[in-house]
């Protein structure tokens, strides 16, 4: 008798403890998709964002182009066609999607750069009424948001890398030009931008694809 009451107390200790451990994967399990549906979430809000901005940007880098060749009277439509030296590369570089993203924040800073030139030659040479200087202070400022969000995403994806370097890299501006000059440089500049923003706005599209911020929980 005592034998059998013994059999039975352990098989209920063995049924709780059975529905305990249960209990507690469950919670467990709840608990790890909450912390992964947080971190998917403090990833991917930033990844759309900065997806929707390059987009807007590389829209508006096609009506800028347009609007500047406009403004720079007889001959505009050959100054985006002649060479300039030092421009930046519109390409992004690096095998790792880390290197990419540190790629696209140092291209995207070498050409603010050249840009602030293009925008402070164009404020000379045009009026300040000029729908050009307005484009090109909207592209601007966009831009440097731009920049924001991706050092945003970047420290999002990967918390343990060396944080983005705000100063960029050290970039060769050009001497002292004359007015040809500045028109066949801000032109040049503007057209590999607009395609440097392409470029940007397909590498974010792919990190979406890719689901790059559910695969790194």
Do not use: W
Request: with cysteine; aromatic share 8%; glycine share 4%.
């Amino acid at each position: 008798m005592n034998g059998h009451v013994k059999s039975m107390n352990f098989q209920q200790f063995m049924e709780q403890a059975t529905t305990l451990l249960s209990l507690l994967l469950v919670m467990a399990v709840d608990s790890t998709r909450a912390v992964a549906a947080s971190r998917n979430q403090q990833c991917g809000n930033p990844l759309q964002q900065t997806l929707k901005l390059s987009r807007l940007i590389q829209k508006e880098s096609v009506d800028l182009i347009k609007t500047y060749k406009a403004s720079q009277g007889e001959m505009s439509d050959l100054f985006c066609k002649v060479s300039v030296n030092n421009i930046p590369d519109p390409n992004i570089s690096g095998m790792e999607h880390s290197k990419r993203i540190v790629s696209i924040y140092t291209h995207l800073q070498d050409f603010l750069l050249h840009f602030n030139r293009v925008y402070d030659q164009q404020t000379d040479l045009q009026s300040s009424t000029s729908p050009l200087l307005t484009e090109l202070e909207i592209v601007r400022a966009r831009s440097i948001y731009l920049g924001e969000l991706i050092n945003s995403l970047y420290q999002s994806l990967f918390p343990n890398l060396p944080v983005l370097d705000p100063a960029g890299r050290p970039t060769t501006l050009p001497p002292p030009q004359n007015v040809f000059q500045q028109k066949v440089y801000g032109c040049v500049v503007l057209k590999t931008y607009k395609e440097f923003l392409l470029n940007v706005f397909q590498e974010l599209r792919t990190l979406k694809k890719k689901k790059l911020c559910i695969r790194r929980i």
